[in-house]
């Protein structure tokens, strides 16, 4: 059974730094990679990093610069850097990961984590 865990947030203040964990279980972020996502109140999920397979990056526009995406691969784990955050930062954050179907990632099909929030004071 596949679960996702997310660990590091918190409440910090505008210009503050956070790092968020994602650790998974019987999965592995090797297969195809994963998504950070987040969800503001009364607003849309939003598509925050993915990191791919092998390790490519990509962010939205609004955190480019700041949010730093990495993989652990040794303990099955994925980090979003977060620095220099801002009041709009604030949300509810979870990682995704494609399921898969055989060998074949199946991105519009996506296991999830619990999320963690993170809310970010002026």
């Known amino acids: 059974q596949v679960q996702l865990v997310e660990s590091g947030g918190g409440s910090v203040q505008a210009g503050g730094s956070l790092k968020l964990s994602c650790t998974a279980s019987?999965?592995?972020?090797?297969?195809?990679?994963m998504y950070w996502y987040r969800q503001a109140p009364g607003k849309e999920r939003e598509l925050v990093s993915s990191?791919?397979?092998?390790?490519?990056?990509s962010y939205v526009d609004s955190v480019k610069g700041r949010f730093t995406a990495s993989q652990d691969k040794a303990d099955n784990t994925v980090h979003l850097q977060m620095n220099s955050l801002k009041t709009e930062d604030t949300a509810v954050y979870y990682c995704?990961?494609?399921?898969?179907?055989?060998?074949?990632?199946?991105?519009?099909?996506?296991?999830w984590g619990q999320g963690t929030q993170v809310s970010v004071s002026s």
């Open positions: 995704a990961a494609p399921s898969l179907n055989g060998p074949f990632c199946r991105h519009s099909n996506l296991y």
């Open positions: 019987g999965y592995s972020f090797r297969s195809c990679g």
């Open positions: 990191i791919s397979a092998g390790g490519t990056t």
